[in-house]
T-cell receptor, first 111, second 117 residues
Framework: QKEVEQNSGPLSVPEGAIASLNCTYS??????FFWYRQYSGKSPELIMS????GDKEDGRFTAQLNKASQYVSLLIRDSQPSDSATYLC???????????FGTGTRLQVFP | ETGVTQTPRHLVMGMTNKKSLKCEQH?????MYWYKQSAKKPLELMFV???????ENNSVPSRFSPECPNSSHLFLHLHTLQPEDSALYLC????????????????FGPGTRLTVL
């Protein structure tokens, strides 16, 4: 079982729709969760961090964490073509600051 | 701009060459990282330095040799690489490493695209 799992996609959504990106993780002790966006040929940039169960909103982005289900998601409202990128989920390994990354989900927003 | 710079941005080298990748962070962070990103694979952590001391070495072959002369600079020295080492090499930094509670956010540099012929 992969430590951090994401559907590789592509996930295709029309402009203006809600994009829902999902991530599951295997380490029950993980406490820190991150979503990064990576455009083709570029480096990852932080979208959101979340540490507590529930929702965290920042502009058009909402991160959702459910530690009991070992599940973290990212919702993008009013999706724009500029949101087309690969979204990486990262989770810390228990009792360390090492981040374990998923392979990423490729999102395509079409006009 | 994240405050983390890397040079060179692109590097082509033969298997017998020796080259170095450079990373510099302007964020006042205490921890720096080297990652390898290959196609279709998740980011792989290679090395972690905290306050200029290496604290993690993730079973990386000795042909990769890191150096951290101070908390703002990190190098990755390369020698006798293999074609399978071709990848995007990313440097990152965070405020601290090894905290007792939350993991600090890591900020990435633009990366060095390495091709080994």
């Amino acid at each position: 079982q992969k430590e951090v799992e994401q559907n590789s996609g592509p996930l295709s959504v029309p402009e203006g729709a809600i994009a829902s990106l999902n991530c599951t993780y295997s380490d029950r002790g993980s406490q820190s969760f991150f979503w990064y966006r990576q455009y083709s040929g570029k480096s990852p940039e932080l979208i959101m961090s979340i540490y507590s169960n529930g929702d965290k909103e920042d502009g058009r982005f909402t991160a959702q964490l459910n530690k009991a289900s070992q599940y973290v998601s990212l919702l993008i409202r009013d999706s724009q073509p500029s949101d087309s990128a690969t979204y990486l989920c990262a989770v810390n390994a228990w009792r360390t600051d090492k981040l374990i990354f998923g392979t990423g989900t490729r999102l395509q927003v079409f006009p | 701009e994240t405050g983390v710079t890397q040079t060179p941005r692109h590097l082509v080298m033969g298997m017998t060459n020796k080259k170095s990748l450079k990373c510099e962070q302007h964020l006042g962070h205490n921890a720096m990282y080297w990652y390898k990103q290959s196609a279709k694979k998740p980011l792989e952590l290679m090395f972690v330095y905290s306050l200029e001391e290496r604290v993690e070495n993730n079973s990386v072959p000795s042909r990769f040799s890191p150096e951290c002369p101070n908390s703002s600079h990190l190098f990755l020295h390369l020698h006798t690489l293999q074609p399978e080492d071709s990848a995007l090499y990313l440097c990152a930094s965070s405020q601290d490493f090894g905290g007792l509670s939350r993991t600090d956010t890591q900020y990435f540099g633009p990366g060095t695209r390495l091709t080994v012929l």
